[in-house]
């Protein structure tokens, strides 16, 4: 709930920017904050109690970064109008996650490693991969929307065992429902169950 009223907020700002920007206004005078420095310095720096630094700001870039305790990034934020985009380590310095949205293009995604450098999820506007930590696909399928906070499957998705059977095999229509058959299988490829799902609940308007 706060994350999709921050987001509309974002959004609003953005159409208020818009506005102002054809009068030759930018309206990043009136909410940087870094344009107030008698209230806040371009970059500040917070320390532990070892004298290690435990994270900082970086007021003129907008970015915010934070470290383990052996000195090596563990998250990094950039955070803009028009922009937000995390990405996160391990303490071996290998990607954790990465996540970005841009509100005026409409682009969002999301990504999660294992700590060995190897994929585990990439999620977009339109499709959802996961893998097992040995690389081999888990899960697969895509979305019937745009909005990456509403989008919900859509035609066909599978996953897999991790020997790289299939182990299930079903079909959305455009709501995300169940339509026609689902497929279900044992780790050794061998047929368990067939389900039909019928499409008249969703006919329903």
Do not use: A
Request: aromatic fraction near 16%; proline fraction near 1%.
């Amino acid at each position: 709930m706060k994350k999709t009223f921050l987001l509309l907020l974002k959004r609003r700002l953005i159409n208020l920017y818009l506005i102002l920007k054809r009068f030759g206004i930018d309206l990043k005078v009136f909410i940087s904050l870094k344009n107030y420095p008698r209230f806040r310095k371009d970059k500040k720096v917070w320390l532990k109690k070892n004298g290690k630094i435990d994270n900082e700001i970086d007021f003129e870039n907008d970015t915010t970064i934070y470290y383990h305790e052996n000195g090596k990034i563990k998250d990094k934020k950039i955070e803009t109008l028009n922009v937000y985009h995390e990405i996160s380590y391990y303490e071996n310095g290998n990607l954790r996650r990465d996540t970005y949205s841009n509100y005026v293009s409409g682009v969002e995604y999301y990504k999660s490693f294992f700590e060995n450098g190897q994929l585990e999820i990439s999620d977009t506007n339109e499709e959802r991969k996961s893998y097992f930590e040995n690389g081999q696909l888990k899960e697969k399928g895509s979305y019937s929307s745009n909005d990456f906070q509403s989008k919900v499957k859509t035609g066909i998705w599978e996953s897999f065992y991790e020997n790289g059977q299939l182990k299930e095999k079903n079909q959305f229509d455009l709501r995300g429902n169940n339509i026609g058959w689902g497929e279900f299988y044992f780790e050794n490829g061998l047929l368990k169950e067939k389900i039909f799902y019928s499409n008249i609940e969703n006919e329903r308007p």
